[in-house]
């Protein structure tokens, strides 16, 4: 009797460990967000005087907004494009301009918003209200707004019209002139943001998309670096120290939503090698932290225990960056780049999303040698670890230390491997680099810090279970 209640119980252990293996890899679906205005003005709104209005979203995420005419044309496509709002009410300040700094003349308009959620998926239907615009007295718009507006919608190609033709006041055929400069008027495309839940913009956690608001500017780190970054900036980033989770390298620590009781885990992050970006020290022992996951490569900001975060002093000779976008890695030595070549990074697939490279900085750790790869029959030399299962080698072979790269040769420069970044054989053009050469290179370097630039905007980051 003993005996079947022990197998009884191996056997719903086993069945168990099938539910959720299945249940992981199934693809999640992800309603799309709803949104209601709240607050709106039932005689219109007056002039260019601002007027709160709320949106209240069902989930928090990115909001754009914008006004048409009668004839559906876009008289105002800025109040928001993109702005990080969270779940519940938020409340904005809008005015009656048109993109081109005139009061809009007296007539019905039309509020239209849409909203990507925290999960890259947009609302698919359209929040729209309409607005009477009541023109009495001639509103003044100070000469400094107006010449800001004017000066945007020039770089844009903005015409009163909403076409994208030369900017030219003349084509304007709705309001006059505006008048002298008044304090009364907000400064140009200056946006009044608040929300009615208790806590302050940013610090609620979110599993994907939803962070760039509050990232500091030009501050040196790897989380300020923008496309077309200059090597000075890519070297400040480079050796800067690494915000890590104190666990050994083989272990990881789980980010979660909340810092109080009843929170749930966002994703995992790995020891010692992953860096993390840590935006607040809050005073109950929690941080708020962004970093990308070791679940699927998908951008979370979530918290993490104060205690549980480490900095670490890294190599400030060398330094690698690797690009997912054009499949490339370069090298950096004493603030100077001296050479790249091609490389493959991870390929993912709807059942396994873990194969995607996650972008972040890192630092190489343990060198490993040759290794098989993945347990395909395939090898790898030179192999180092970059973070948790994720590691930096040369390109597979067919036989363990052998000579040939079919395995994904064709491939390289184009994403293709399980997550591993693969490195070209052969000594590029570029300054000699190879897989060899960087393993020669860490031998007697350290801690050599690792960007990993990603290839897509957060909210199309692919996202599982």
Same mark, same amino acid.
């Given at each position: 009797?003993?005996?079947?209640?022990?197998?009884? +119980?191996?056997?719903?252990?086993?069945?168990?460990?099938?539910?959720?293996?299945?249940?992981?890899?199934?693809?999640?679906?992800?309603?799309?967000?709803?949104?209601?205005?709240?607050?709106?003005?039932?005689?219109?709104?007056?002039?260019?005087?601002?007027?709160?209005?709320?949106?209240?979203?069902?989930? =928090?995420?990115?909001?754009?907004?914008?006004?048409?005419?009668?004839?559906?044309?876009?008289?105002?496509?800025? #109040?928001?494009?993109?702005?990080?709002?969270?779940?519940?009410?938020?409340?904005?300040?809008?005015?009656?301009?048109?993109?081109?700094?005139? *009061?809009?003349?007296?007539?019905?308009?039309?509020?239209?918003?849409?909203?990507?959620?925290?999960?890259?998926?947009?609302?698919?239907?359209?929040?729209?209200?309409?607005?009477?615009?009541?023109?009495?007295?001639?509103?003044?718009?100070?000469?400094?707004?107006?010449?800001?507006?004017?000066?945007?919608?020039?770089?844009?190609? #903005?015409?009163?019209?909403?076409?994208?033709?030369?900017?030219?006041?003349?084509?304007?055929?709705?309001?006059?002139?505006?008048?002298?400069?008044?304090?009364?008027?907000?400064?140009?495309?200056?946006?009044?943001?608040?929300?009615?839940?208790? #806590?302050?913009?940013?610090?609620?956690?979110?599993?994907?998309?939803?962070?760039?608001?509050?990232?500091?500017?030009?501050?040196?780190?790897?989380?300020?670096?923008?496309?077309?970054?200059?090597?000075?900036?890519?070297?400040?980033?480079?050796?800067? =120290?690494?915000?890590?989770?104190?666990?050994?390298? $083989?272990?990881?620590?789980?980010?979660?939503?909340? =810092?109080?009781?009843?929170? $749930?885990?966002?994703?995992? *992050?790995?020891?010692?090698?992953?860096?993390?970006?840590?935006?607040?020290?809050?005073?109950?022992?929690?941080?708020?932290?962004?970093?990308?996951?070791?679940?699927?490569?998908?951008?979370?900001?979530?918290?993490?225990?104060?205690?549980?975060?480490?900095?670490?002093?890294?190599?400030? /000779?060398?330094?690698?960056?690797?690009?997912?976008?054009?499949?490339?890695?370069? *090298?950096?030595?004493?603030?100077?780049?001296?050479?790249?070549?091609?490389? &493959?990074?991870?390929?993912?697939? %709807?059942?396994?999303?873990?194969?995607?490279? %996650?972008?972040?900085?890192?630092?190489?750790?343990?060198?490993?040698?040759?290794?098989?790869?993945?347990?395909?029959?395939?090898?790898?030399?030179?192999?180092?670890?970059?973070?948790?299962?994720?590691?930096? +080698?040369?390109? %597979?072979?067919?036989?363990? /230390?052998?000579?040939?790269? &079919?395995?994904?040769?064709?491939?390289?420069?184009?994403?293709?491997?399980?997550?591993?970044?693969?490195?070209?054989?052969?000594? &590029?053009?570029?300054?000699?680099?190879?897989?060899?050469?960087?393993?020669?290179?860490?031998?007697?370097?350290? $801690?050599?810090?690792?960007?990993?630039?990603?290839? $897509?905007?957060?909210?199309?980051? =692919?996202?599982?279970?």
């Amino acid at each position: 009797m003993k005996t079947r209640r022990i197998g009884a +119980a191996i056997l719903v252990f086993v069945l168990c460990l099938m539910a959720i293996s299945g249940a992981s890899a199934a693809t999640k679906t992800i309603k799309a967000p709803t949104l209601r205005f709240q607050n709106m003005p039932r005689r219109g709104l007056e002039g260019a005087r601002s007027k709160d209005i709320g949106v209240n979203a069902s989930d =928090p995420g990115f909001l754009t907004l914008w006004m048409t005419d009668a004839d559906d044309s876009i008289v105002y496509r800025h #109040y928001f494009d993109g702005q990080e709002i969270h779940s519940g009410v938020n409340y904005f300040s809008i005015n009656a301009y048109d993109d081109n700094g005139y *009061v809009l003349p007296e007539g019905s308009y039309k509020l239209h918003a849409t909203m990507v959620n925290q999960y890259g998926v947009e609302t698919k239907n359209e929040a729209t209200v309409k607005i009477n615009v009541i023109v009495g007295e001639e509103i003044a718009v100070p000469a400094s707004q107006l010449a800001a507006q004017q000066q945007y919608a020039a770089q844009q190609g #903005y015409t009163a019209d909403g076409s994208t033709s030369a900017y030219d006041p003349s084509a304007y055929a709705g309001a006059s002139q505006p008048a002298a400069a008044s304090s009364d008027i907000p400064a140009a495309f200056e946006i009044n943001y608040t929300t009615s839940a208790n #806590y302050t913009i940013g610090t609620e956690g979110f599993q994907v998309g939803v962070g760039v608001g509050d990232r500091p500017a030009d501050d040196g780190s790897y989380w300020s670096l923008r496309s077309g970054a200059t090597d000075a900036e890519i070297w400040a980033a480079i050796v800067r =120290p690494l915000m890590s989770v104190d666990v050994d390298e $083989k272990e990881s620590a789980y980010i979660y939503d909340s =810092p109080n009781e009843g929170r $749930k885990q966002l994703g995992t *992050v790995s020891g010692l090698s992953q860096g993390v970006h840590v935006i607040a020290n809050r005073e109950d022992g929690w941080s708020l932290v962004e970093a990308y996951r070791n679940e699927d490569s998908a951008f979370i900001r979530g918290y993490i225990k104060t205690s549980r975060l480490k900095s670490v002093d890294v190599n400030t /000779n060398y330094g690698i960056v690797v690009d997912k976008a054009t499949q490339t890695l370069a *090298v950096y030595k004493d603030g100077q780049r001296i050479g790249s070549c091609p490389v &493959s990074t991870g390929l993912a697939t %709807p059942k396994y999303l873990v194969r995607e490279t %996650p972008a972040g900085e890192y630092m190489l750790v343990t060198r490993r040698g040759t290794m098989e790869y993945y347990n395909s029959g395939d090898w790898c030399k030179y192999t180092i670890r970059v973070s948790g299962n994720y590691y930096l +080698a040369e390109i %597979p072979t067919t036989h363990k /230390n052998g000579k040939d790269f &079919s395995p994904l040769l064709s491939q390289l420069g184009m994403k293709a491997t399980r997550g591993l970044i693969a490195v070209a054989h052969d000594a &590029s053009q570029d300054g000699g680099i190879n897989a060899e050469w960087i393993w020669n290179m860490t031998d007697k370097n350290k $801690k050599v810090k690792v960007l990993i630039l990603d290839d $897509k905007d957060r909210t199309s980051v =692919p996202m599982g279970e």
